[in-house]
């Protein structure tokens, strides 16, 4: 079983389907662990079955007692066509019991479920949680300000959205560059007139040089 799990934590990121048929091996072998479940879970997600997943996520839960895969759940309900039931699913939890990082996966998919429901503006209000701080990056902000930009995107404020898109860049190159990992990093300010101006057309204007 281990050197199955093992497997797929090598495999997930190029190769989800062989990693799929290595957690599915581990699955035979100890079926009633919860950390299996949990891999076959993500490997099924990852490989675009939003149906196993569900059924191998809702027995991870009912082995471990956890809420930490509640996003993958949202976006499962969303993968099989029911945004309104995934939104049941999420409400149904206590965010303040959720570590930082699941709570803000949950905003996210909880977002793209009132996307899917063509309510947009609710989709922004999703991502309107305490850990939306533009000018500090932690491990989950890349993704958090990527959504809220595509939200924008998709109210036609075309503007507001490339901020966004550029402090969910800045945020993933500061991460990076110091290899962290739920380590605090403050962002430079990003001038927004600038960076507005940088995403508006070229055409008419021109530049003095002195």
Known sequence: MARHLAMVAQLIDDDPALAHDHALAASRRAGRVGVVRETVAITAYATGDYALALRELRTYRRISGSDDQIAM?????????????????????????????????????????????????????????????????FSWSPALFAARAAVLEDLGRSEEAALWQRRALVAEEALGATDADRELIVVDDIDEDAALESEAPAEGKTEERG
């Open 73 to 137: 759940m949202v976006d499962s309900e969303r993968g099989v066509g029911r945004p309104d039931r995934a939104l049941e699913v999420g409400r149904a939890v206590d965010r303040s019991t959720l570590p930082i990082e699941v709570r803000v996966e949950l905003a996210i998919a909880m977002s793209g479920a009132r996307l899917d429901l063509g309510e947009t503006e609710r989709a922004l209000q999703e991502l309107d949680i305490p850990e939306l701080d533009p000018d500090r990056a």
